[in-house]
């Protein structure tokens, strides 16, 4: 597990202006008195999550998009690509995503493009 | 993005949950632990099927690199690997476990019990359900067992066996049938040390815990072979229960570990032996200008150290040496009387005179006679005649003075409490494991144990090598 590296200062700001429109959603301007910590606390980390899952499902789905494997290991075109939906536990909740997948009916292999290591020097 | 194929976890949440699967004593109270720590909703099942899944990962690539060291040229096998840097003194420690396994794959009979799953580590149940489960083991998993557990026995004590036959006659007939499921699991600790040689012996003298009448009566009982045999002492009736006598300080010029690997598997001695040799060189222990191997009296380790660890110094664990000299010394004589014989003969094994002690033993057996062929294991004839062949056996790796001249341990102290380690996660009287199961929580709590961290190289490894590829097999 990579050890958490401190946020980059372009996107601080970008952080602050999500927390502040949060904020406005959630509260109308400020919790009521009387409005436990935990309460907040649990609000800001739900958001959190959720703001984590978004951006890591935006992030697989364009990095699948990329670069989508065109043929098989053994130099045979794939057949066109069909979308898989995947899903994954991650630290911060569920995270589902469609991935386009190729079929190679040769080999009887599946390839999914976001892998680096698709085709001949893969695995 | 270094997932494999069809996996339910990011590679971060899958290392949290073997984490806490290896660190806990089960998988419920793995799970228990994700769900409040980590705010994972797990389940016990999938903490289980990842064990297994990770566990068998890391099994295959102990074994291939056992194959890959296996392939290599004899000198290069004997001059150790070229990559880390031999140490000054490389031991070799070993011990066994104990743990409860059982196969129900080959299950025939129907039940309305749910299906056998394979898994690994099944909870907790009431002991009625247990025991009706025990009726659907095959005889072959029983001679299984047995022959299993046969290999360990070599080592252990007449006693033993004794009072574990009369605990059984004891006990309700579930217990027995329980108790056929024990199996051995292999533990292994490959330490670097770092000691100096000295001309002298730098501890001539017996340490004193050791001719302590309440320390060498609990170490006793704690080894668990002669506790029925021996007498209560005047000095021990009047210690208080579970207080303990505080411990000598370091014995001057014993070895310091610094770096601690540990392998663990139900694998047989002799391909236990091959994983801890390949472990071992690829430590470039091979290299090393001090060599150790230290177990106890079990034939199967001495077996093992012929094998693969010739080129290391065989020494005998001392406290097991211990142990049949002081069953020896009281059989047959009170306590006092006993005692003093201990004394004396416990100082001459720790100055390697052993031939002296083996001396008095026939000359003690001659005066007792022999022991009949049916002689109870609480006989002091009996006593006499495994503590002399025990010594014979062994003489030659009883030369502590020099062992400790040379700055080598001379307690397979670290294997012993790597042992206890290993059972704090997988023994328990209500704790079942199939074969793969075990022997995937096995390597992965060795993995934790060990300080040169495998289970970090194996996930950079993992992410580096998802394939992205999913084969698709044929339809029947």
Redesign the interface.
């Known amino acids: 597990m990579a050890g958490k590296q401190p946020l980059p200062s372009s996107l601080r700001g970008l952080v602050e202006e999500v927390a502040e429109k949060v904020v406005l959603q959630l509260y109308a301007g400020a919790p009521p008195l009387g409005t436990l910590f935990e309460e907040i606390e649990e609000a800001g980390v739900q958001m959190g999550d959720a703001v984590a899952c978004a951006v890591m499902r935006r992030a697989v789905e364009r990095q699948a998009a990329e670069a989508p494997a065109k043929t098989c290991c053994c130099g045979r075109p794939l057949e066109e690509p069909t979308v898989e939906p995947h899903s994954l536990t991650t630290r911060r909740g569920e995270v589902g995503w469609n991935e386009p997948v190729g079929f190679c009916p040769q080999c009887r292999r599946a390839f999914f493009p976001s892998e680096p290591s698709v085709g001949p020097s893969g695995g | 993005?270094g997932?494999q194929?069809g996996?339910?976890?990011?590679?971060?949440?899958l290392?949290?949950i073997i984490q806490a699967a290896v660190r806990n004593r089960s998988y419920r109270e793995a799970d228990q632990e994700l769900s409040e720590s980590?705010e994972?909703s797990?389940g016990p099942k999938a903490v289980e099927r990842a064990v297994r899944r990770i566990g068998g990962e890391r099994v295959g690539q102990r074994d291939a690199a056992t194959e890959a060291f296996q392939a290599l040229p004899l000198p290069e096998q004997r001059d150790g690997c070229p990559q880390p840097k031999a140490p000054s003194l490389a031991v070799v420690q070993f011990d066994c476990g104990r743990m409860l396994v059982r196969e129900r794959e080959s299950v025939s009979t129907p039940s309305p019990l749910p299906a056998a799953t394979g898994g690994g580590e099944e909870p907790p149940r009431p002991i009625e359900e247990d025991a009706c489960r025990e009726e659907r083991v095959t005889e072959a998993a029983i001679s299984a067992a047995a022959q299993c557990g046969a290999e360990a026995e070599a080592d252990r004590w007449p006693a033993e066996e004794a009072q574990e036959a009369q605990e059984a006659a004891e006990s309700p007939p579930v217990d027995e049938c329980r108790s056929r499921f024990w199996r051995d699991s292999k533990v292994g600790c490959l330490l670097s040390m770092h000691s100096v040689e000295s001309a002298e012996d730098p501890c001539p003298e017996i340490p004193a815990s050791f001719v302590n009448v309440s320390r060498v009566t609990q170490l006793v009982r704690e080894l668990g072979s002669h506790g029925s045999g021996v007498p209560p002492a005047a000095g021990e009736e009047k210690a208080e229960p579970g207080r303990e006598e505080p411990r000598d300080p370091q014995r001057p010029a014993a070895p310091v570990p610094l770096v601690r690997t540990v392998l663990a598997s139900r694998a047989c001695s002799t391909a236990f032996g091959a994983i801890l040799v390949a472990a071992a060189w690829a430590r470039g222990f091979a290299a090393a200008a001090r060599k150790a191997f230290v177990a106890d009296g079990a034939a199967m380790n001495w077996t093992m150290w012929e094998l693969y660890f010739s080129h290391y110094v065989p020494i005998l664990d001392f406290i097991h040496a211990l142990q049949y000299v002081f069953a020896a010394a009281m059989a047959g004589r009170s306590f006092d009387v006993g005692w003093e014989v201990y004394g004396r003969w416990i100082q001459l094994v720790w100055e390697g005179r052993v031939a002296v002690v083996i001396a008095e033993l026939r000359q003690r057996q001659e005066a007792l006679g022999l022991p009949p062929k049916d002689a109870s294991a609480t006989d002091p004839r009996k006593i006499i005649a495994v503590t002399l062949g025990y010594l014979e056996t062994h003489q030659s790796r009883m030369d502590y003075a020099r062992y400790r001249r040379l700055g080598l341990p001379i307690m397979s102290c670290y294997a012993e409490s790597t042992v206890k380690q290993i059972n704090h996660r997988v023994k328990g009287t209500e704790k079942f494991w199939s074969e793969a199961g075990a022997e995937a929580i096995l390597q992965l709590r060795a993995d934790y144990l060990s300080e040169t961290q495998p289970l970090t190289r194996f996930?950079q490894k993992r992410q580096?090598?998802?394939?992205?590829?999913?084969?698709?097999?044929?339809a029947a």
């Open positions: 993005m997932l194929v996996e339910a976890h990011s590679p971060a949440v290392q949290k980590a994972l797990i996930w580096q090598t998802a394939t992205g590829q999913r084969r698709y097999r044929c």
